[in-house]
């Protein structure tokens, strides 16, 4: 493709998918222009560098999650709406979470979440810093949450890179650890769960671990008369 059928459009579609693909590792401009069937060189007239092309990927994707409408929904559903999509993203694009350790992220995308995350909790009765407080506690819970599967691939494709067969070292690891967990009961009798693989948590963790958090957050609100539709 020439220089000038380029778009800044299709070179951030393109790096999220060799992004989604590779990794952060995985992506540099010789192999984002053989995707794009153009020049390394070319790419540099529409970005400045990886970590510019990183910036924009990163904040493209916060597009992709959904803000539920505070006019038909009670706030309660609309954050478990947000969080569960914030969850899907964060997930479909594992490297978007190493990349937040690196890198500083803003731009439109970003903003558009954070923003509506903000109404959520101030439709709840949350006032100013309190409303920053639950939005920020549940950002933080949904990363936590995505953190370990989100190891998990990073750690399967340097491994690979570095010629090892990453299934066979991680089941090898696993009966490592089993031997070691042997030793204390309440691990010893999780050893046939779907809890003991590695990195892993039981089914719902994810679905519990927000409702009780929620749950926490409205208990904060007693006497506050919530906002939205179904206020009763």
């Known amino acids: 493709m020439a220089r000038d059928m380029l778009t800044k459009d299709q070179i951030v579609q393109t790096a999220i998918e060799l992004l ?45 999650i959904e803000l539920p409408d505070l006019d038909t929904l009670d706030w309660r559903t609309a954050a478990t709406a947000m969080a569960t999509s914030l969850h899907t993203m964060l997930s479909r694009h594992p490297w978007l979470v190493q990349a937040l350790g690196s890198h500083l992220f803003y731009g439109l995308g970003k903003a558009r979440h954070d923003d509506h995350s903000l109404a959520v909790y101030e439709a709840a009765g949350f006032v100013g810093a309190e409303a920053d407080r639950a939005a920020a ?21 340097r491994l690979s890179r570095d010629g090892v067969n990453a299934q066979e070292l991680i089941q090898d690891t696993m009966v490592k650890a089993s031997d070691v967990a042997m030793q ?49």
């Open 20 to 64: 989604d693909d590779e990794g952060l590792e995985g992506l540099n401009m010789r192999s984002l222009g053989k995707r794009l069937g153009t020049a390394a060189t070319a790419v540099y007239w529409h970005v400045k560098n990886k970590d510019d092309l990183i910036l924009l990927a990163g904040d493209h994707v916060w597009h992709e």
């Open 137 to 157: 506690t549940v950002f933080t819970f949904v990363l936590g949450s995505v953190l370990g599967a989100s190891a998990m691939v990073s750690l399967t494709r």
């Open 184 to 232: 204390f009961p309440r691990l010893r009798s999780r050893l046939t769960t779907p809890a003991a693989d590695y990195n892993a948590s039981p089914e719902q963790t994810f679905e519990s671990g927000l409702n009780a958090l929620l749950n926490g957050l409205e208990a904060e609100l007693p006497d506050r008369v919530p906002t939205g539709p179904d206020v009763r």
